[in-house]
């Protein structure tokens, strides 16, 4: 008997090491469409406060189309292969997981197929409200920016709920933590109290996780910087022209009407803007209306030129980096906001096209 009862001992032993070993490994395979990039690496990244705030976990060389990288990992994690401009979250856990850049997609492992059929729900609903649009714009007439906003507003809630489900059984799992950070908290139809009511049911394994901590945050500096309140001051080292320290409230609260204006040289549709902005700024009395363009998240020298080939003659603050977006809870640009005489926030979210009408009305 003692001799059996070591045999099981042992065989006990070997099965745990067999099972902690392969327990832990994960193989990517990353599948581009053709060859085109061999000879480069593809990156596996985590995220550590958002897409702009990464750290490469893995990588590996691209060989005829295909790139493989080994490790461990000791939990899932949510994750993503960059490589140029191409983007494919994926969940990091044991097991072969198989990444289709083309298509955006990866599978093969437990969570992977989950986050997958996920996204193949979705993107089946925007193509439902999409034929609807397409089917309809004809007949709207004038109404048609109405019909989009309405079958928006229908797929956003929609979207939603499918969300929802699949984050009930994932609350303690990566998976859950994906679904909230890029689709939950990312809808249009969300403000200060309903998010807030959102991270209080997903729980505290999602709440702690980093960007969505950084989400809110944002959340909470929207709604400190909120219309009617009072501007919040912030100091750019070097950020004005000629290279010395500059601050919002050289501008703001100043006794004149101040439409601020975050925006980056390599943002298109902030370049689009800049001759309705320059409209509005030659349009209006100087001695109550006064433009600030704030450069945020770009490089010097590629500011500059944008500001000489757009002819933007008006005030700025350059190389602002994320200082003012944190601040003010700005999480696309362009982003425009009128800051009345006094210094309060009249009015956020302006829309390049309104921006007359809204300066019109106050002056």
């Not at 909230?180 to 403000?191: N, P, S, T, V, Y």
């Not at 022209?241 to 100043?254: F, M, T």
């Amino acid at each position: 008997m003692a001799g059996i009862s070591r045999i099981l001992i042992v065989i006990a032993i070997v099965m745990i090491l067999v099972s902690c070993d392969g327990g832990t490994k994960y193989t990517i395979n990353v599948k581009y469409p053709d060859n085109s990039l061999d000879g480069q690496y593809s990156y596996l990244y985590r995220f550590e406060r958002g897409v702009r705030d990464v750290e490469v976990v893995d990588s590996a060389l691209i060989n005829g189309g295909i790139a493989v990288m080994e490790g461990e990992c000791a939990a899932t994690e949510l994750c993503a292969i960059i490589n140029q401009r191409e983007r494919v979250f994926l969940i990091l856990e044991p097991g072969v997981i198989d990444v289709e850049i083309e298509k955006g997609l990866a599978s093969g492992s437990k969570l992977n197929d989950k986050w997958t059929n996920y996204q193949n729900e979705l993107s089946n609903l925007g193509m439902k409200y999409n034929d609807i649009y397409q089917g309809k714009m004809q007949e709207a007439g004038e109404n048609v920016q109405a019909l989009h906003d309405s079958l928006l507003g229908e797929y956003v809630r929609e979207s939603l709920a499918i969300s929802h489900l699949v984050l009930a059984d994932n609350k303690e799992n990566s998976l859950g933590r994906a679904i909230f950070w890029l689709e939950i908290a990312q809808a249009d139809l969300m403000d200060y109290n309903k998010y807030n009511a959102e991270l209080n049911e997903a729980g505290r394994y999602i709440s702690e996780y980093g960007p969505i901590q950084a989400i809110t945050a944002r959340y909470e500096a929207m709604a400190s910087t909120r219309e009617g309140m009072m501007f919040k001051d912030f100091t750019i080292e070097g950020g004005n022209l000629d290279g010395s320290d500059a601050k919002l409230s050289d501008y703001a609260g100043r006794g004149k009407y101040l439409l601020v204006d975050f925006w980056a040289s390599w943002c298109g549709p902030c370049r689009r803007a800049m001759p309705l902005i320059q409209e509005a700024y030659k349009a209006f009395d100087k001695d109550k209306f006064e433009v600030l363009s704030i450069a945020v998240w770009d490089e010097h020298d590629e500011t500059l030129k944008a500001i000489e080939a757009e002819g933007m003659t008006w005030k700025h603050i350059i190389d602002a980096g994320s200082i003012p977006t944190e601040m003010y809870g700005v999480n696309g640009i362009p982003h425009l906001m009128l800051i009345g005489p006094d210094g309060v926030i009249l009015h956020r979210g302006i829309a390049p096209a309104n921006i007359m009408k809204v300066i019109g009305e106050r002056l």
